[in-house]
């Protein structure tokens, strides 16, 4: 199993570390089948961390034919709830033990800060493996009463069997838990496909899940490219259930390949998510929020507050405390102790944040804060803040996916409300007030999946997540995503009543 590996050294760690670079297939990691390869980069310094191999769709075919083949013989139907809750309680064991390892990975791979890696992402990933660890034996399906003396009905829930796993790159190893956790709580087997540029703690957990003890081709991993592997899953004919996670735009073609065999869809895409700050509120409060809402992992988030309508009396003051907030969030390496947030994944993600902030400026919308370079080496974005927008400026109408806020004022509670619906998406959106009953008018109008009350970006595994519009379809989290990997099978049963013949 380590013959195809890298070994890497962790700034202020004492012993490098050792990552899987093939493909996870049966429990084993293998080379691709055509020899082609993908480039894991630091975005923090722009240097090569190594090669993993990359999935042609042959060596898709052969991992969809190992979670066939598990789904048939050692998982689904063929393992008790109990041994399934043991199995993925191990494995949140063994990423609670080298939680530190993950993180560094996570931050090597991603650049974002190692603390919140260590103790959100994969804190709340182990948190995810264990809530629907729960879930394996309580998903019963209901009697239906007909006739007691004569017929039963019943319901039960059965896994879709394989699942195509397509997860982003934003949050790699949190994806891969929302992903695998429910899927293999109802009894699928997962192939999963990472995003080509966070590959390497992917690998690493497929070390754990056959530390485990899973079977081998319950979970498989499968790093390629997306027009490669995540296409090639999305088409497959023994693909039963695709989920991904990505921009609208994918999740279009992911829907359209998937009708090939009208296999089961989940689809978590784009936001452009609008915060409202009314006039009762604790400014500071809000503001502190309403940074988070868009500097929380650079803002390379789905659910990123990057629209934010703020009350005309109070506008001033609020942006003045805003930008304070903006300003002390420090953008840097994210091995630093005192990073807020670490650089933008990629150089075509750099690329297309600074078109966007350049498109702004020349717009006729007014930067009051960043929108300058940092120089030096690594994909960095400072905080940026944009006034005097209109709502049909680019930069308020399409996701940027990076630290980049529109502000604009309002007057009246209908106009707010207006503004923040005035968008194809609807993933999630945020109303600040102390004002009770505003509170309760504003969010059952607001047109979105997630609904925050004076805070922000808050997500807990027992919650459902999803969206609105064309932010997608299906839910994750919570008992709502059993749902997503689960086929509902009604039972009718005749014990006593007798059929006469000829009708």
């Not at 027009?227 to 039963?240: I, K, R, S, T, Y």
């Not at 868009?294 to 659910?303: K, R, Y």
């Not at 969206?467 to 989290?477: V, W």
Request: proline fraction near 5%; hydrophobic fraction near 40%; charge should be negative.
């Amino acid at each position: 199993m380590a013959a195809l590996s890298a070994t890497v050294q962790i700034l202020k760690r004492a012993r490098p570390l050792t990552v899987p670079t093939g493909l996870f297939i049966n429990n084993q990691f293998v080379a691709s089948s055509d020899g082609s390869t993908i480039r894991a980069i630091n975005p923090a310094t722009e240097e090569t961390i190594c090669d993993v191999q990359s999935a042609s769709r042959t060596d898709i075919d052969l991992a969809v034919k190992a979670a066939r083949d598990a789904f048939r013989t050692t998982w689904g139907r063929n393992i008790t709830p109990t041994e399934r809750s043991r199995l993925m309680n191990k494995l949140a064991e063994l990423m609670e033990r080298d939680q530190q390892d993950l993180a560094d990975l996570e931050t090597l791979n991603n650049g974002k800060p190692n603390r919140f890696a260590r103790d959100s992402d994969i804190g709340d990933s182990i948190a995810c493996l264990r809530y629907f660890a729960g879930w394996t034996d309580k998903d019963g399906g209901q009697v239906i009463e007909q006739n007691d003396t004569q017929r039963l009905c019943f319901t039960k829930h059965e896994p879709v069997g394989v699942c195509g796993q397509i997860i982003p790159w934003n949050y790699p190893i949190m994806m891969w838990a929302w992903k695998t956790a429910p899927a293999l709580a109802t009894g699928c087997t997962v192939v999963m496909k990472p995003s080509e540029l966070t590959p390497l703690t992917a690998l690493k957990l497929c070390e754990l899940v056959a530390e485990a003890g899973f079977p081998p081709g319950v979970v498989n991993c499968v790093p390629s490219l997306g027009n490669v592997g995540g296409a090639a899953l999305a088409e497959h004919p023994d693909v039963d259930k695709v989920a991904f996670t990505g921009s609208t735009a994918v999740g279009r073609k992911i829907m359209q390949a998937a009708a090939n065999n009208l296999k089961k869809i989940s689809l978590e895409l784009g936001g452009k998510s609008p915060s409202i700050i009314f006039e009762s509120v604790d400014l500071d409060q809000a503001a502190a929020w309403s940074a988070f809402g868009i500097l929380w992992n650079s803002g390379q988030d789905c659910t990123a507050g990057s629209r934010l309508y703020v009350h005309e009396n109070i506008y001033d003051k609020f942006l003045e405390i805003l930008i304070q907030k903006a300003s002390q969030f420090k953008v840097g390496d994210g091995f630093t102790d005192d990073a807020s947030g670490g650089p933008l994944i990629s150089k075509t993600q750099y690329d297309k944040v600074w078109n966007y902030i350049e498109e702004g400026k020349k717009a006729g919308a007014k930067v009051v804060i960043g929108g300058e370079k940092i120089p030096g080496p690594g994909y960095y974005v400072p905080p940026t803040i944009f006034v005097d927008v209109k709502p049909d400026m680019k930069i308020v109408k399409e996701e940027i996916f990076g630290p980049v806020l529109c502000v604009q004022k309002f007057s009246t509670e209908e106009e707010a409300i207006a503004l923040a619906n005035d968008t194809i998406y609807g993933l999630a959106a945020a109303v600040h007030s102390n004002d009770q009953a505003q509170l309760h008018r504003v969010s059952n109008a607001l047109q979105a999946g997630t609904i925050w009350i004076n805070s922000y970006c808050m997500l807990y595994n027992s919650v459902p997540f999803g969206g609105y519009k064309q932010s997608g379809i299906g839910r994750e989290l919570g008992s709502y995503a059993l749902r997503e990997y689960t086929n509902v099978k009604a039972v009718h049963w005749n014990f006593a009543e007798k059929l006469d013949w000829p009708l």
